[in-house]
């Protein structure tokens, strides 16, 4: 609300007393903290030294050792649904965010949509004098509004923060990501053959934002949502990190976890009883589970023992290359806390660490050279994986580790990221700091939820959160502070909180936890038929003992529980479809439908989500250009990258057209010779058929120049999207990752000029090609 002006206004500003309060900047109090916000990405509660785990992080460890530890404190299972519980301190589906983004459906609970009435932390702070900056993963803006057409208002400037510096999907690749800075991309300030990776990127910026604002306005509070690409796939890092674990994992998935518990035990931070979950608790895939359905393949853990010694040091480099990608970029978080330290700033920051879910489980039993499998449903191989050993971790795979290693990282745990019912899905490793005022060295052991933190923060801060923020009136803040449990290790902890998360439902009420037995992403529906589990976490954190049967009366009353809190926060439906269902159904466009897209040199990237989609269909590309010399080359036309994708480019004189299938199949149609003139290059695909295992289609790539065919060839194309987030579509260049191993990014076309290019996917292919080339080059 606007302040009243106080002072006198006569005819004469001589006359006039001014009162300049109504006009200034808002202003922090004097001495306010600055807060710092690292939230890691699939880290698992038992990966990292601090929690006992063997990956060495010395500069989180550096936090944990100047505040407190927590042992008990819980995240979503995913990570959009856990971020936007951490910025506005209210349930993930009160927050519009039942699942991650792209997979947005029309109901509130599940809209991708946060409410404006639901305020972010650096909306409140913004206005009550800091500084807000947002570095990194952001994954908070639906799928359908990530492009340069779209409403701004959902993105990180929209929504209290001054600058940003980061991406906006929910991976990128770590050496060629897609780089959004405030309201616009960017391309990256330097490639990888220079040392460029986005983990020291981000830090770069991070202190960047910070000097400018100390430059000008020493005294000024800031506060920073710090969020590295780092543990999500794709796990790239040099391979001198890599190279630092070396045989450190030889022993396996199973000895390693012994060694964690022991640790953890050791630290404080889980009691003497407390036991390892088993492998595969409710089954394998050729084994009827209790349900009496078989357990999903993808959340199976084959036993370390029945590995064949190629298998072993395939997922032995797995590790390794995922531990190295967490120390590298525990390093680069180093130099930040470095210049906190140096610049006199650290002792008076708030510095709170977590990771917005479990482990990953999405590489599969085999682990994936290529992440994107899992969001085509298509199944990853120990043989293809091992043709691709040397090449892991580096700048054209785009790898996950097996599953075994995300219960490994869970320890003690079962299960893992997506699993809102077990504790590896949603207990996570915690730690806050704050130099100058709290006593460092302890553990705390309350059940303590993401939806708590910024009650917490603000509690500490002294803020009120107003009534209303830009005109909206503001929902009630659903998590609780735990202020006092710094001072108080025997506080009071949450009592109740409600989970539902892929067609998973869990609740947890005074130290009992119910949950569905229902595998995340299952597609097994039939909700009413599943069977409960019952787990008392303050005797079984690793939930080794149902005790459904022993207490029916306690089941039920959870069960009933878990319907009320539905009912208020937006729970239902429940949705347990395939990731490719779900990712790949009909959703509005940000355009109107159209059969033909026609697309522009110079642009800016066109997002996956809102590009033109060709799985399953005939489509053609067309390119519309001007060749001035017959040296000319360069890219004309690329969507996708190292992970999957298609790409149309000239090369040694030569028109080729690459169908980049999962980054497995690289299927090459070249001919005819790139001569000076007008012309129109075309890749022409006719559908045959659909291939049984993949779900693929399948058919005929004609690669035409002007109106002759210069190539052909049968191609697969992909079942389902090109990535998940960045690699998206351009004309002229192939920013982000290469699509095609035959050029480095960009390579920006050259030696004549590209007028348009054509994307039609109407299912109808030319009757006339000659025709069709005849009109287009009339246009110029």
Request: glycine share 10%; proline share 7%; aromatic share 12%.
């Amino acid at each position: 609300m606007a302040k009243e002006f106080k002072g006198v206004i006569n005819l004469d500003a001589r006359d006039s007393v001014p009162d300049w309060e109504p006009y200034l900047q808002p202003v922090a109090p004097e001495g306010a903290p600055n807060v710092l916000m690292i939230i890691w990405d699939d880290v698992g509660f038992g990966a990292m030294d601090l929690y006992g785990g063997p990956i060495e992080t010395p500069n989180m460890k550096r936090i944990a050792d100047m505040g407190i530890r927590f042992s008990n404190f819980h995240t979503t299972a995913l990570c959009s649904p856990t971020r936007s519980s951490l910025l506005t301190g209210r349930n993930a589906t009160s927050n519009g965010m039942a699942s991650i983004t792209e997979t947005a459906d029309g109901f509130p609970g599940a809209s991708g949509r946060i409410p404006f009435e639901n305020g972010f932390i650096s909306e409140v702070l913004g206005a009550q004098g800091w500084n807000t900056y947002a570095i990194g993963k952001w994954h908070l803006t639906p799928a359908d509004e990530i492009d340069m057409s779209s409403w701004k208002h959902r993105w990180p400037l929209g929504r209290g923060f001054e600058r940003y510096y980061g991406f906006l999907g929910g991976e990128t690749h770590q050496y060629y990501p897609d780089l959004i800075y405030d309201n616009h991309p960017v391309e990256q300030p330097y490639g990888p053959e220079d040392g460029y990776h986005i983990s020291k990127d981000l830090v770069d910026k991070s202190i960047e934002f910070i000097k400018d604002s100390k430059a000008v306005n020493p005294d000024k509070p800031w506060y920073m949502y710090f969020c590295p690409g780092c543990a999500h796939a794709p796990h790239q890092v040099w391979q001198e990190w890599i190279d630092k674990y070396k045989g450190k994992f030889d022993e396996g998935y199973e000895e390693i976890r012994k060694t964690i518990l022991a640790n953890q035990k050791e630290l404080g931070l889980l009691d003497d009883n407390v036991q390892l979950s088993e492998i595969n608790p409710h089954g394998e895939p050729d084994v009827t589970s209790p349900t009496g359905v078989p357990w999903p393949e993808l959340d199976y853990v084959k036993p370390w023992d029945s590995l064949s010694d190629d298998e072993k040091k395939l997922f032995v480099r797995q590790a390794e290359t995922y531990a190295g990608f967490v120390s590298y970029t525990d390093q680069e978080i180093g130099r930040l806390i470095d210049y906190l330290e140096e610049s006199g700033q650290l002792d008076n920051t708030i510095i709170f660490v977590t990771s917005d879910n479990g482990a990953s489980a999405e590489g599969g039993p085999n682990g994936s050279f290529n992440e994107n499998k899992f969001f085509n449903n298509v199944e990853d191989t120990v043989e293809a994986n091992l043709a691709k050993l040397d090449d892991w971790g580096g700048i054209n795979s785009y790898p996950h580790y097996s599953s075994g290693w995300a219960w490994a990282f869970d320890t003690p745990f079962p299960y893992w990221k997506r699993y809102a019912g077990f504790e590896g899905g949603v207990c996570d490793m915690m730690v806050m700091a704050w130099p100058a005022q709290l006593d460092p060295g302890g553990i705390r052991h309350q059940y303590l939820h993401a939806i708590d933190v910024v009650p917490t923060i603000y509690d500490m801060l002294g803020v009120v959160p107003p009534e209303y923020i830009k005109g909206y009136k503001q929902s009630p803040i659903e998590g609780e502070s735990f202020a006092n449990i710094f001072s108080d290790a025997d506080a009071p902890e949450r009592q109740t909180q409600f989970y539902s998360m892929l067609g998973m439902r869990s609740i947890y009420h005074e130290g009992w936890l119910a949950t569905a037995l229902h595998p995340a992403l299952s597609g097994w529906g039939n909700f009413e038929k599943d069977e409960w589990e019952l787990y008392n976490l303050r005797e079984d954190r690793s939930q080794s003992n149902n005790l459904a049967a022993e207490h029916p009366e306690k089941l039920q009353e959870l069960i009933g529980l878990w319907f009320y809190n539905a009912g208020l926060y937006n729970g239902m439906p429940v949705d347990d479809r395939t990731a490719a269902e779900q990712l790949n159904r009909e959703r509005p466009e940000a355009g109107k439908p159209r059969s033909q897209y026609i697309y522009y040199p110079g642009a800016a990237e066109v997002p996956e989500s809102v590009a033109v989609s060709i799985p399953g269909r005939n489509y053609t590309i067309a390119a519309q250009v001007v060749i001035e010399s017959d040296l000319a080359e360069g890219v004309l036309f690329a969507h996708g990258g190292v992970g999957g994708g298609h790409t149309l480019y000239a090369k040694d004189g030569e028109l080729v057209y690459l169908y980049n299938w999962l980054g497995e199949k690289l299927q090459y149609i070249r001919g005819g010779e790139i001569t000076p003139g007008h012309h129109v290059y075309t890749a022409e695909f006719t559908k045959t058929g659909i291939d049984d295992v993949t779900k693929s289609a399948v058919g005929t790539l004609k690669l035409y120049i002007d109106d002759e065919i210069v190539g052909e060839s049968e191609i697969w194309t992909q079942p389902a999207s090109f990535a998940l987030a960045g690699d998206g579509l351009n004309v002229g260049l192939d920013r982000g990752s290469p699509t095609s191993p035959e050029y480095l990014p960009p390579f920006e076309f050259e030696g004549g000029e590209i007028i348009k290019v054509v994307c039609d996917i109407s299912g109808e292919p030319y009757v006339d090609h000659e025709m069709q080339v005849r009109a287009w080059m009339a246009l110029d």
